[in-house]
């Protein structure tokens, strides 16, 4: 059975795709598990799905789907063609520091969530508007995360049922920590620094805190969650 199942989405990176995925390769190899990549081209305007198509060609574990355009849709695509006994997801911008991988997997069966938490980011003004979103979503729904965004996260296919993911577009994370917030898991953030992106442009724009603000007012003022709890106590 396969370990890890691991989704990346991936947005115009057909400059980085390639040395990230086999990056990303070389430091699952070293935990010695068994794993897929799940290569999400996401409504790219570049090559990037050439490169995805050539990388599953290139390896047996590695495999490429297309999603709507959308960070949420790109991962809810990845999830839901996951095979593994964990799932995760994460950027494809180079971003991570992928020697955390051996903590991330000795950790997935002591806690029913492992993520990162970054400690810094690229600029003061990337991070004043992390923390901003944070402690938003702390004051308005009681989370105990520390990173919102904070990814990879590794959890057991088996709980996406619980947290039925809907999200389309970046709030993704959001809705996951929201959630999460009524539920009783145990859950280990691991700090690591930020690296340099491996080339590509942010896709935060003025929109996304507009969309942000907005699936917060939804949360909070609607019986989302509400519903949500009622099937999962069914």
């Not at 086999?22 to 799905?49: H, P």
């Not at 590509?200 to 699936?215: A, D, L, P, V």
């Amino acid at each position: 059975m396969i370990f890890l199942s691991l989704t990346l989405p991936v947005h115009n990176e057909e400059d980085i795709i390639e040395k990230i995925v086999e990056e990303i390769i070389r430091e699952l190899n070293k935990c010695k598990i068994t794993y897929e990549l799940l290569l999400i081209e996401n409504g790219s305007k570049d090559k990037s799905l050439d490169k995805l198509i050539a990388l599953s060609k290139k390896y047996k574990n590695v495999r490429y789907f297309i999603s709507l355009q959308g960070y949420g849709n790109a991962i809810l695509k990845g999830l839901s063609k996951s095979q593994g006994k964990y799932v995760g997801y994460m950027v494809s911008d180079g971003q991570v520091d992928l020697s955390i991988f051996p903590k991330l997997i000795l950790n997935a069966s002591k806690y029913d969530l492992v993520k990162v938490k970054r400690i810094t980011r690229e600029n003061f003004g990337r991070t004043f508007v992390s923390l901003s979103f944070d402690l938003i979503i702390r004051f308005l729904f009681n989370s105990k995360f520390l990173d919102i965004n904070g990814d990879p996260r590794i959890f057991l296919r088996k709980e996406l049922q619980t947290l039925n993911l809907q999200s389309k577009d970046s709030f993704i994370d959001a809705e996951f920590t929201i959630k999460l917030s009524k539920l009783n898991w145990k859950v280990l953030e691991i700090p690591i620094k930020n690296i340099d992106r491996y080339g590509g442009k942010s896709t935060r724009h003025f929109g996304t805190f507009i969309e942000f603000f907005k699936n917060i007012f939804d949360y909070k003022f609607s019986d989302r969650i509400e519903s949500w709890q009622k099937l999962t106590q069914e």
